[in-house]
């Protein structure tokens, strides 16, 4: 053990250590591990006012000569209708990612499984005592990836692997260096060369994994027992890339808001957020079953509208852990080096709920690491914004 205060993530039978100046961990009862685990309109006319009868009369008393300013007035009715405004232009669809185009609907909590929901970024956020960042406007889903948007992605992963996939730079965070897939053998050894390789390890865990060989009861559940690789592969196919650390806090904090938890500083509350494995029992004897489909906690929907990002799974960013930095440049990404990949958010079988807040940093973990706990939720930059 190390650092001050600790706490441990049982993944099957290992203990596990969140080292990261106060220490804390998702409970992880029974998953496995594929790594070292974590660490520290127009308008209308106007009409025009006639004297009774339509026309213009010559003055009282007149001989009916023309006056020297004569009006023409016509009786034509037409002078009279307002323009008609010109009509609305039909709103632009956006199209369905890949991982939707085959889903119903109305899959997840009655709209899409892949809505997006635009974060503003207006305003600097506050980080660390006298640190600050700015971004750029973005779009976050507004739900982690299920398992029904997951089984897309591996119907055809074969065919995308086989065809290059990902390609250099990939899923990068544009004017960020070095934030995309890199064609290394490290890399590409480490994402599965086909989907039957990458469905050994979503059964991760018996009793805790979302994931099923055949399509179930839990397709709208958030698809768990990923390893980072297969989260930024995942994104990268689905047409957009993970959020960064900062852009992913930004979306739960309410930016300059500072909440501290999405919905803002309400107590943490079963209503709000999946944790503590209540969802089907007391707390004890965590399983899948304590996981609820997604967006199942709509009061704990954060100001930009996204769900669960308090509790549920822990969420895959693009960066490497590092302390922050004293001088934050707008839009910071630390991609450049290190050892552990950051994840933000849950997760839905803790019992520590100091972890469930929106700016605590208490999940690291190598990026080939892979438990019940770790799931994924994608961003999609906003083309018309500035970089």
Not at 152 to 181: I, M, Q
Not at 286 to 298: H, K, Q, W
Request: aromatic content about 8%; charged content about 20%.
């Amino acid at each position: 053990m190390r650092g001050g205060a600790s706490s441990a993530c049982d993944v099957g039978g290992v203990a596990l250590m969140l080292v990261l100046g106060a220490l804390g961990a998702c409970s992880d009862a029974g998953g496995g591990a594929d790594d070292a685990p974590f660490s520290s309109g127009g308008s209308g006319g106007s009409t025009t006012a006639a004297s009774e009868g339509g026309g213009v009369r010559p003055p009282a008393g007149g001989s009916g000569a023309s006056t020297e300013a004569e009006t023409t007035v016509t009786d034509d009715p037409r002078d009279f209708i307002e323009d008609e405004p010109e009509p609305e232009p039909p709103p632009v669809a956006i199209p369905e990612p890949p991982s939707c185009a085959g889903l119903e609907a109305d899959a997840c909590q009655g709209e899409s499984c892949c809505r997006r929901e635009n974060v503003g970024a207006s305003e600097a956020m506050v980080v660390a005592p006298n640190v600050s960042v700015v971004l750029t406007p973005y779009a976050l889903d507004k739900y982690e990836v299920t398992v029904g948007r997951f089984r897309e992605f591996l119907a055809g992963y074969d065919d995308w692997r086989d065809a290059g996939n990902p390609k250099t730079n990939a899923g990068a965070r544009t004017g960020v260096p070095g934030s995309g897939w890199v064609k290394d053998p490290t890399w590409e050894v480490a994402l599965p060369d086909s989907a039957a390789v990458m469905r050994v390890g979503l059964n991760c865990d018996a009793t805790q994994q979302t994931w099923t060989d055949e399509a179930a009861f839990n397709e709208n559940k958030p698809i768990n027992c990923v390893s980072w690789y297969e989260a930024f592969a995942f994104c990268v196919w689905d047409e957009g890339r993970l959020p960064t650390e900062m852009e992913w806090q930004y979306a739960a904090s309410g930016g300059a808001q500072a909440r501290q938890f999405a919905w803002g500083n309400a107590p943490l509350a079963p209503n709000f957020a999946v944790y503590g494995c209540l969802v089907a029992g007391t707390g004890a004897n965590c399983t899948a079953d304590d996981i609820p489909d997604v967006g199942s906690r709509p009061d704990g929907d954060g100001l930009y509208n996204q769900s669960d990002l308090n509790g549920s799974v822990l969420e895959w960013t693009l960066d490497w852990f590092a302390p922050y930095p004293e001088l934050m440049r707008d839009n910071y990404t630390k991609t450049d080096s290190g050892t552990n990949r950051m994840l933000r958010g849950g997760c839905w079988n803790t019992t520590f709920t100091d972890q469930i807040t929106a700016t605590t940093r208490h999940h690291q973990a190598l990026p080939g690491y892979r438990s019940s706990a770790t799931g994924i939720r994608c961003m999609r930059e906003l083309e018309s914004s500035p970089r």
